[in-house]
């Protein structure tokens, strides 16, 4: 199976940056997908940012000019660079990476166990 470990959390204040990466390991012949989600207390899950395997991104309208999701081929990685944060960002941030495995070229979808994110002063 292929896992994600995700990494960059923490407490920032208002206008501050945070990097969140999300690494994957596995058999994994190909990635078709990578995305970030966000979930807060009491709130739906929401897509924040994507990118395709041929580089087309989606940003959530209340985020876009201020994050930028990003990957790396080589390592697997997929980074969400987040600038200019406001507390409505305060969120349990999820990496999902979607592709196929070596394995029987069989599909795979995986999530990240999730990352806190808490913009406050």
């Known amino acids: 199976q292929v896992q994600l470990v995700e990494s960059g959390g923490g407490v920032v204040q208002p206008g501050g940056s945070l990097r969140l990466s999300c690494a994957a390991s596995?058999?994994?012949?190909?990635?078709?997908?990578m995305g970030w989600y966000r979930q807060d207390l009491g709130k739906k899950r929401e897509l924040v940012a994507s990118i395709s395997s041929e580089d087309r991104t989606n940003y959530l309208d209340s985020v876009k000019g201020r994050f930028t999701i990003s990957r790396d081929n080589a390592k697997n990685t997929m980074y969400l660079q987040m600038n200019s944060l406001k507390p409505d960002a305060t969120a349990v941030y999820y990496c999902?990476?979607?592709?196929?495995?070596?394995?029987?070229?069989?599909?795979?979808?995986?999530w990240g166990q999730g990352n806190q994110v808490t913009v406050s002063s």
């Open positions: 999902h990476i979607h592709g196929k495995l070596e394995h029987g070229l069989l599909a795979f979808d995986s």
């Open positions: 596995g058999s994994i012949f190909s990635i078709y997908f």
